[in-house]
């Protein structure tokens, strides 16, 4: 399968929140792919937006949001759970794609395992739970996705129709009143393996 370019992260944070969905984000680990369909997405915009972790100003735990894109921001919350965001737009603009959701593809076992779980649903509808079931922490945070040796990256797979696609308020943010209700969490409607309707 064709790995996505650095052109396809380096377009208007939304356009591309859009374009995720149904693409194939992969995870090389021991030589096994774990992978999944990307089915839900939050876009965050930059210093003026409140819910964005670059409201303040740039710091050393969102400097990676700053760009180049095409790489990952990984982060930590609650202290217990790693968060995957993928990189857009212009380098010193910062702007990222948090990945909400997936639709599990390859293994399912080991994703499994890494989730103690086995019921599909379960293993990756979730941003600490696709990042849980692939293995990803915070020693990805920075990683050029778009590396031929990279071990994190997004495969080119079948766009999602129109039609399918929902939209409405990121879950969870807080910030001004736009912040809050911004339609600017995107996701496949009938995906059983969304993480919340």
């Known amino acids: 399968m064709q790995r996505l370019a650095k052109r396809f ?9 859009r374009s995720l969905l149904g693409q194939r984000l992969v995870r090389l680990r021991d030589g096994e792919r774990l992978s999944g369909a990307i089915v839900e997405v939050e876009a965050y915009v930059g210093e003026g937006d409140a819910a964005c972790h670059a409201s303040r100003g740039r710091t050393r735990r969102n400097a990676t949001m700053y760009g180049p894109p095409g790489h990952a921001y990984v982060y930590l919350i609650y202290g217990m759970y790693h968060c995957l965001n993928l990189v857009t737009g212009s380098e010193g603009e910062p702007a990222a794609v948090l990945i909400r959701g997936l639709e599990p593809l390859e293994g399912l076992e080991t994703m499994g395992k890494l989730r103690s779980r086995t019921e599909p649903r ?20 920075g990683a050029d996705l778009c590396a031929s040796h990279a071990q994190l990256f997004l495969e080119k797979s079948v766009p999602v129709p129109d039609t399918a696609v929902a939209c409405g308020p990121r879950v969870g943010v807080t910030g001004d009143a736009k912040a809050i209700s911004v339609p600017w969490r995107l996701y496949v409607q009938d995906s059983r393996f969304v993480s919340r309707r």
């Open 9 to 17: 992260y380096a377009r208007d944070t939304l356009t591309v929140a």
């Open 122 to 141: 379960a293993l990756a509808s979730g941003p600490g739970r696709l990042c849980q079931a692939l293995d990803i922490d915070r020693t990805f945070n």
